[in-house]
């Protein structure tokens, strides 16, 4: 069975290779973002040099990492789930003879391959380039780093999943998906870098599961971890992971006993 | 012609109510995406208002400064959203071949496009605006406020939604060419409102002059606020060039209008 995942990986993973001019068009737009936030932290470390300990350059390289890394973990406007739910197609997904968890799965994953490779890495050469950020790791850093990013996609495909098959009970779920992403972008440190949050919030955001979609890789990335604070929180991340699957698993069982179809 | 500009007009109007009347259909859902698009907005301004928590100024400006500066940006570009929604979405009737039944129609094009989407939802921004104002008026010196200053903030809030409302009809006007809107015009319209929310001076210079000389977003947002907290304008201009925001939104408007012709001109459906 595994080849056979392994293939659809790979087919989304290709179907992506087409959108050639989308990419570019998006690479450009997202150099556009990192670049403004960059000259709003600059700007506002005028009037302070660090703060806990993290400088400029810490909080730069932050920024574009989370550019980087945004495309990958929390694609804005997906709702390719749930339009195959709207439109029916669903059907034929569900009658394919593999594990229909698993198959999103896979295509996402692939999806999430393209991505790393054509946007993530592109994005913070282009910001390097552009604002001097260097490259903040060692080669153990790195190691712990990509465990750490592995997570954050799984973490992304389950959540991604997870406020896409809402669509089995509630048709028009748009402001829904808006809401999942814009508290997902938030607590995962899109917004704001994590650290400048007030005590209270931030100790929220650490056990929250957005934590590992961005701001935990990035603190590891940036050795701001110490290693007690990082295995504790790869266990979290790890039980966080498995929970959303098995709820995205027990969720997707209980709507395919009892579905019907829209559409004709 | 004043008549037909008043038809025109009741025409738009009856166009709004048709789209009003069809969102009350479904009560729950509007509430809804009233809400997520409240709070989506909101969670943005939220991360912008944390970071004066652990830093006390953005290159000498004070939160209520660029809170002012916020308002302005959020209010106008909200005004923009909700009456430009149909020419944002223009990529859709371009795509779905509605565009060829516009033309048959002896109705202005333009109105047409301009009715064929209202979301009440999208005055969430103007809202999110207006609020945002008060909390500067809160921080900020009563003293500050005369008539002159208040004239000019009316004046930029217009100025720079007739801006934004020309730059989405750009975005247009391209569909007539790539059929898709490309994401590289939503750079220029979300990334300018995004960027308008800090003083300008803060960027570099060439970011500056495309956002003042290009595309005069700054012109309409910033040069108002910096005259109604007393600061200098950039680039060297004399205070009272402050006052001109509204000739450069004509000017700006009516170029992107001549694009729009030639589109229309252009265009030969898209045959599907």
């Given at each position: 069975m595994f080849p056979f995942y392994f293939h659809v990986a790979l087919a989304s993973f290709r179907?992506?290779?087409?959108?050639?001019?989308?990419?570019?068009?998006?690479?450009?737009?997202?150099?556009?973002?990192?670049?403004?936030?960059?000259?709003?932290?600059?700007?506002?470390?005028?009037?302070?040099?660090?703060?806990?300990?993290?400088?400029?350059?810490?909080?730069?390289?932050?920024?574009?990492?989370?550019?980087?890394?945004?495309?990958?973990?929390?694609?804005?406007?997906?709702?390719?789930?749930?339009?195959?739910?709207?439109?029916?197609?669903?059907?034929?997904?569900?009658?394919?003879?593999?594990?229909?968890?698993?198959?999103?799965?896979?295509?996402?994953?692939?999806?999430?391959?393209?991505?790393?490779?054509?946007?993530?890495?592109?994005?913070?050469?282009?910001?390097?380039?552009?604002?001097?950020?260097?490259?903040?790791?060692?080669?153990?850093?790195?190691?712990?780093?990509?465990?750490?990013?592995?997570?954050?996609?799984?973490?992304?495909?389950?959540?991604?999943?997870?406020?896409?098959?809402?669509?089995?009970?509630?048709?028009?779920?748009?402001?829904?998906?808006?809401?999942?992403?814009?508290?997902?972008?938030?607590f995962a440190g899109s917004y704001i870098p994590l650290y400048f949050l007030p005590g209270w919030l931030y100790g929220l955001a650490q056990v929250l599961p957005f934590n590992g979609l961005m701001n935990f890789p990035i603190q590891v990335l940036l050795g701001k971890v110490s290693p007690a604070q990082m295995g504790w929180a790869f266990v979290s991340l790890l039980c966080w992971s498995v929970g959303m699957i098995l709820v995205m698993r027990f969720l997707t069982a209980r709507a395919t006993r009892r579905v019907i179809v829209q559409g004709g | 012609m004043l008549q037909n500009v008043f038809d025109d007009l009741r025409l738009y109007g009856h166009f709004l109510e048709l789209q009003v009347r069809s969102q009350f259909q479904y009560k729950l859902n509007l509430l809804a995406d009233i809400g997520a698009y409240l709070l989506m907005t909101g969670l943005e301004f939220v991360a912008l208002l944390l970071y004066f928590i652990p830093f006390p100024s953005l290159l000498d400006w004070k939160v209520g400064e660029v809170l002012l500066l916020c308002s302005?940006?959020?209010?106008?570009?909200?005004?923009?959203?909700?009456?430009?929604?149909?020419?944002?979405?223009?990529?859709?009737?371009?795509?779905?071949?509605?565009?060829?039944?516009?033309?048959?129609?002896?109705?202005?094009?333009?109105?047409?496009?301009?009715?064929?989407?209202?979301?009440?939802?999208?005055?969430?921004?103007?809202?999110?605006?207006?609020?945002?104002?008060?909390?500067?008026?809160?921080?900020?010196?009563?003293?500050?406020?005369?008539?002159?200053?208040?004239?000019?903030?009316?004046?930029?809030?217009?100025s720079t939604a007739t801006i934004f409302l020309a730059l989405f009809l750009i975005g247009a006007v391209i569909c007539f060419w790539t059929v898709e809107t490309t994401e590289l015009i939503n750079m220029v319209t979300h990334g300018g409102r995004e960027m308008m929310q800090y003083p300008l001076t803060i960027y570099n210079d060439l970011l500056q002059r495309f956002f003042t000389f290009i595309v005069p977003?700054?012109?309409?947002?910033?040069?108002?606020?910096?005259?109604?907290?007393?600061?200098?304008?950039?680039?060297?201009?004399?205070?009272?060039?402050?006052?001109?925001?509204?000739?450069?939104?004509?000017?700006?408007?009516?170029?992107?209008?001549?694009?729009?012709?030639?589109?229309?001109?252009?265009?030969?459906?898209?045959?599907?």
């Open positions: 179907r992506q290779l087409a959108y050639r001019w989308a990419n570019i068009a998006g690479l450009i737009t997202n150099t556009f973002f990192g670049s403004l936030f960059s000259f709003v932290i600059i700007a506002l470390h005028h009037a302070r040099q660090s703060v806990d300990g993290y400088t400029v350059t810490d909080t730069l390289r932050y920024t574009w990492l989370a550019q980087a890394l945004l495309m990958v973990v929390m694609p804005f406007a997906w709702y390719d789930l749930m339009n195959t739910i709207r439109t029916g197609e669903v059907v034929s997904d569900l009658s394919k003879p593999c594990d229909f968890c698993w198959y999103w799965f896979s295509r996402e994953l692939g999806r999430s391959l393209y991505y790393t490779l054509f946007r993530g890495v592109p994005i913070y050469i282009a910001g390097t380039l552009l604002f001097n950020l260097g490259f903040p790791a060692g080669s153990l850093q790195l190691l712990i780093f990509v465990l750490a990013f592995l997570l954050a996609i799984v973490l992304g495909i389950a959540y991604r999943y997870l406020y896409n098959i809402i669509a089995f009970w509630i048709v028009e779920a748009r402001a829904m998906v808006w809401l999942a992403v814009t508290v997902a972008l938030f | 302005l940006t959020y209010t106008s570009f909200g005004l923009a959203d909700v009456f430009g929604e149909g020419i944002d979405h223009f990529s859709l009737i371009i795509r779905q071949g509605s565009f060829d039944r516009f033309l048959l129609r002896p109705n202005s094009v333009f109105l047409q496009v301009l009715g064929s989407e209202f979301t009440l939802r999208k005055f969430g921004r103007v809202t999110q605006g207006i609020l945002v104002f008060c909390l500067a008026l809160v921080l900020l010196p009563r003293s500050l406020w005369t008539l002159d200053k208040v004239l000019v903030l009316f004046l930029g809030v217009l977003i700054a012109f309409g947002a910033y040069f108002p606020t910096c005259y109604i907290l007393g600061r200098p304008l950039p680039f060297g201009f004399p205070a009272f060039v402050a006052f001109l925001s509204p000739i450069c939104a004509v000017v700006f408007a009516f170029l992107s209008s001549l694009l729009w012709r030639i589109g229309i001109r252009h265009y030969q459906g898209t045959g599907s």
